[in-house]
């Protein structure tokens, strides 16, 4: 089946640091892969979408790549800082429509 | 521009009852969707609308169903409810076109129901 995964353990890092999430599919090629943040109680927030021809896309401190070769997207947070705790969703459109399929997510937390 | 709004924030229902939930998406949005989020299972689609028809649907028991009206507001509906049901639900809207397309979306807040 089409699955996307997510590393489900915390990630646990220091304030200053780089944070490195991990998106993998398999048994499929998506066209897109979007992320999303949630802070406990929220719904998520969108922060970026990259396309399967954009090796990589940058927002301010966040920077996602997408490896079709690993089937593999990668989302890192630059000089990380505490308020940027909270769990880091990735997610696939399966058709062109309003359909996300999401990973379990990953949650961040950035130590002082 | 206001956000996506839900109601009610939050819900207590016994086994069997049923529960109706409201979405407004942002305003021009006319695609919402609807999912389904529990720790044990992640966020799950359930279906998504566009301009008043269903063109999308996860793989749910019929107990679930949901409608949009001309205002693009959405509401979906649980009949027989089960303790299993217990979830966070969460309405997301976007400018997807008739045509489709890859948009970002705009989640609100959730309904938090809880069957006893």
């Known amino acids: 089946s089409q699955k996307i995964e997510q590393n489900s353990e915390a990630l646990n890092i220091q304030e200053g640091k780089t944070a490195t999430l991990t998106c993998n599919y398999t048994n499929y090629s998506p066209a897109y892969l979007q992320w999303y943040r949630q802070d406990p109680g929220r719904g998520p927030v969108f922060l970026l979408l990259i396309r399967e021809n954009e090796k990589e896309k940058r927002k301010e401190r966040l920077k996602v790549t997408f490896d079709t070769t690993l089937k593999q997207s990668l989302f890192h947070i630059t000089a990380s800082q505490p308020a940027d705790s909270a769990t880091y969703l990735c997610?696939?459109?399966?058709?062109?429509?309003?359909?996300?399929?999401f990973g379990q997510g990953t949650t961040l937390q950035v130590k002082p | 521009k206001a956000g996506v709004t839900q109601t009610p924030r939050y819900l207590i229902k016994t086994r069997g009852q049923q529960v109706t939930l409201s979405c407004s998406p942002i305003s021009g949005h006319r695609s919402v969707s609807w999912y389904q989020q529990t720790p044990g299972q992640g966020l799950q689609f359930l279906f998504e609308?566009?301009?008043?028809?269903?063109?999308n649907k996860g793989n749910f028991p019929g107990r679930f169903s949901g409608r949009q009206f001309s205002n693009s507001r959405s509401e979906m509906n649980v009949s027989t409810l089960e303790l299993g049901d217990s979830a966070l639900y969460l309405c997301a809207s976007s400018l997807t076109r008739l045509a489709g397309g890859h948009n970002e979306q705009f989640f609100g807040p959730g309904t938090r129901l809880t069957v006893l």
């Open positions: 609308y566009f301009s008043e028809t269903q063109r």
């Open positions: 997610a696939r459109d399966s058709s062109n429509t309003g359909k996300l399929i």
